[in-house]
């Protein structure tokens, strides 16, 4: 079993800043890809920004210049950094991953999220 577990999320003004954490804990053997999905009522979870085990990086077009996503592959943590918010950010932030797990098993994780809010 794996599980992500995410952090850092909450409340902030517009232009502020704020940094989310997954933790990826349980029978792992590797993490391949890791990725931050945002999602908010009554529209379809999109991706935000993603990050190859090598340190590969893509982010959406909408945060590109705001957003930093990074890892480290030794605690199975990956980070985004979130710079100048903007209302439009708020949204639930799911972390996710591509796991290979002890019995070389490959499966995609999800975490259950953490809100953030942009206020204006």
């Known amino acids: 079993q794996v599980q992500l577990v995410e952090s850092g999320g909450g409340l902030v003004q517009a232009g502020g800043s704020l940094r989310l954490s997954c933790a990826a804990s349980?029978?792992?053997?590797?993490?391949?890809?890791m990725n931050w999905y945002r999602q908010v009522p009554g529209k379809q979870r999109e991706l935000v920004a993603a990050?190859?085990?090598?340190?590969?990086?893509n982010y959406a077009d909408s945060v590109e210049g705001r957003f930093t996503i990074s890892r480290d592959n030794a605690k199975n943590t990956v980070y985004l950094q979130m710079n100048s918010l903007k209302p439009e950010d708020t949204a639930v932030y799911y972390c996710?991953?591509?796991?290979?797990?002890?019995?070389?098993?490959?499966?995609?994780?999800w975490g259950r999220g953490t809100q953030v809010t942009v206020s204006s």
């Open positions: 996710n991953a591509d796991v290979v797990n002890i019995a070389r098993s490959r499966m995609n994780y």
């Open positions: 349980g029978s792992i053997f590797s993490i391949n890809g």
């Open positions: 990050i190859s085990r090598g340190g590969s990086t």
